[in-house]
């Protein structure tokens, strides 16, 4: 089971799945909110990025991330703690089934 863990080092704020940083580029590529990095725990471009981020990487369904990023970063991202936050597969997992 995956772990998507946020954490801040100085100003940088870093995403890890199990150990390894969770890369940018796959979800630049469907769609370019932050090209700076990802952020969270609040609305914005950079909390947008991540939550489409995670959600491909979780699924590697394009077309579903494209269709819940926003709805998930209202409900995990925007509302993580802004020192860091761990969100799992299971917790994911079940939330998508609530969407589709």
């Known amino acids: 089971m995956k772990l ?6 100085g100003t940088k ?10 890369p940018l ?3 630049l590529k469907l769609r370019d909110h932050s090209p700076t990095g990802f ?19 979780l699924t590697a369904n394009p077309d579903l991330s494209l269709a819940h990023y926003q709805d998930f970063r209202d409900d995990f991202i925007a509302t993580a703690a802004f020192d ?14 609530g969407k589709v």
């Not at 704020?13 to 969770?22: G, K, M, P, Q, S």
């Not at 860091?84 to 089934?97: H, K, M, R």
């Open 4 to 9: 998507y863990l946020g954490k801040r080092d």
């Open 13 to 22: 704020a870093i995403v890890f799945v199990d150990d390894t940083e969770l």
């Open 25 to 27: 580029e796959p979800s």
């Open 39 to 57: 952020e969270w725990a609040y609305h914005g471009s950079g909390p947008t990025q991540l939550a489409l981020a995670i959600l491909l990487d």
């Open 84 to 97: 860091g936050f761990v969100i799992s597969e299971l917790e994911v997992g079940q939330w998508l089934i």
